[in-house]
């Protein structure tokens, strides 16, 4: 790959995102609007759940309205994260694939989009754990971050592949909603998973990971080895496959306009 390509089309991606003004406001409001609902419906009253990744018997007590913060703040980073990365994907398709014919490889467009993607997600993931500060300080503020970082990543990794197979915006914000919206929004609460049948499929999950690495972090000063493992293993796997689509449609799209020139 080459540098100079890399940087290129990494700037103007980044300047492309920049003139959606509307988008920009979404990722700073929304966060906002979930901490400040959780505050206004949530009380104090203690409530205890385990943590599946230190044990089943590993059991915590802390405030509803803490619990709930963690957890929202983890949804939230997945539902931006995996919305941008699936139209960092599914934007200018027909552009990239000028690009390519005009001497871009694929590697080094989709390689300037992680290397964008990344920044943001770690941008957004400090955006959040800050706006977390204003309601209460975790534990372990530091790692956190780094469970909403994870979360970050794993999501946005889903939103590659979700805009690496479906084509238009529609059928790719519902495949986003519904998972984030089951799994981030619900599944991955410690209540609910304290009292589910079915903690397996739970597990396989890709908020999984990332909830567990802020939830132990918040409120306890156990390691989080295991869900920082873990979740760079689900999020790599999810990468790899929508890179392998990624390439395999661009060789597509390359191959039959040069036939058709």
Not at 9 to 33: D, H, K, Q, Y
Not at 189 to 201: C, D, S
Not at 211 to 238: E, K, R
Request: glycine fraction near 6%; charge should be positive; include cysteine.
């Amino acid at each position: 790959m080459r540098l100079t390509y890399i940087k290129t089309s990494a700037v103007m991606t980044m300047r492309e995102m920049a003139r959606n003004r509307f988008a920009l406001i979404l990722l700073f409001t929304i966060p906002v609007l979930f901490f400040t609902l959780v505050s206004l419906t949530m009380g104090d009253n203690l409530v205890a759940f385990k943590l599946a990744s230190i044990s089943e018997e590993t059991i915590v007590e802390v405030s509803a309205q803490k619990q709930s913060l963690i957890f929202i703040g983890v949804a939230a980073v997945g539902l931006l994260t995996s919305f941008l990365a699936m139209n960092l994907i599914q934007k200018d398709s027909d552009v990239n694939r000028r690009l390519i014919l005009c001497g871009y490889r694929p590697s080094e467009l989709i390689f300037a989009k992680l290397v964008v993607l990344l920044c943001v997600v770690v941008l957004i993931s400090c955006y959040v754990g800050a706006i977390l500060m204003l309601f209460f300080r975790p534990e372990n503020f530091p790692f956190v971050i780094l469970g909403f970082a994870l979360a970050g990543f794993v999501h946005s990794c889903y939103g590659l592949l979700v805009g690496a197979i479906v084509r238009r915006e529609m059928e790719g914000i519902l495949l986003i909603v519904l998972l984030v919206n089951i799994d981030s929004g619900w599944l991955q609460n410690p209540i609910f998973y304290a009292e589910a049948q079915n903690k397996t499929l739970i597990r396989f999950l890709p908020a999984y990971f990332p909830s567990q690495a802020s939830i132990v972090s918040a409120f306890t000063d156990y390691g989080i080895s295991n869900p920082i493992v873990g979740s760079i293993i689900y999020g790599s796997g999810l990468l790899l496959i929508s890179l392998a689509i990624y390439f395999w449609r661009m060789k597509i799209k390359k191959s039959s306009e040069s036939f058709v020139q």
